[in-house]
């Protein structure tokens, strides 16, 4: 079997301090796998977005330890997990975070600017990106005249134009309806099968279900359940 691109190993998570102190992660573990798309499942207040944030090294674990292509990220300092998020993880959210004075392809090189990359290059790869997510006529497009479907596919466009090993979505389709859900989930699985992607969705919906390889519950801080998913592509 493959190494794991990314695992959890036993992280549990305290927020807060004093009467307010919150046990949010209790010993989870987690190993997602290049070419599957992943469903983390579970109630408000669960802990699926305080894990996916461990997972994206954005938050440190207060115990266990997390890996990213078999390094352990323990002792890393600010700097050290920035690198990671920039050369390892794609981030995708709700609300698509795109900059509105910036068109569709200046929001996608924004990734590529961050990393340094020269100018020229960043043009052509951020208008290859919106060509992989459908979105290649809609470049010069501001965001508010864009769909919100499209505004997600720009923001899956940016996620991906790095050429990240990891892709986390929190909760993706949930200011989307159901035929643009459809689209954004089965663009998020086509790159996880054709790219070779771990792609990890935080989510509630059912409906999503059909798409994922592999399904977790987690409730109460802990993994409560994983199951095989429906991964429908078509």
């Known amino acids: 079997m493959n190494e794991p691109v990314i695992e959890a190993l036993n992280v549990a998570k305290v927020l807060g301090s004093g009467a307010a102190q919150v046990a949010a992660l209790k010993g989870v573990s987690l190993a997602l796998n290049g070419g599957e798309l992943t469903l983390l499942m579970g109630p408000s207040g669960s802990g699926k977005t305080t894990l996916l944030s461990i997972l994206g090294c954005i938050l440190t674990p207060t115990q266990g330890t997390v890996r990213v292509r078999g390094h352990s990220t323990d002792g890393a300092g600010p700097e050290d997990l920035a690198l990671i998020r920039r050369e390892q993880v794609g981030f995708v959210f709700q609300t698509f975070h795109l900059f509105p ?3 569709a392809a200046d929001n996608v090189q924004l990734a590529l600017d961050v990393r340094g990359e020269p100018s020229r290059s960043a043009r052509v790869r951020s208008r290859e990106a919106l060509a ?3 979105l290649s006529h809609k470049a010069s497009a501001f965001p508010r005249e864009l769909s919100g479907g499209e505004q997600q596919r720009v923001a899956i466009a940016r996620a991906i134009v790095g050429n990240p090993s990891i892709i986390l979505a929190d909760e993706p389709t949930a200011a989307l309806d159901g035929k ?3 689209a ?10 054709e790219q070779g992607r771990a792609v990890l969705i935080v989510t509630h919906d059912p409906r999503l279900l059909p798409f994922a390889d592999r399904v977790v519950h987690i409730e109460d801080g802990r993994i409560v359940g994983e199951e095989g998913g429906g991964a429908k592509l078509q």
């Open 180 to 182: 643009n859900g459809q």
């Open 101 to 103: 004075t910036l068109t």
């Open 132 to 134: 992989k997510v459908g």
């Open 184 to 193: 954004i989930m089965k663009i998020l699985a086509r790159i996880a099968k």
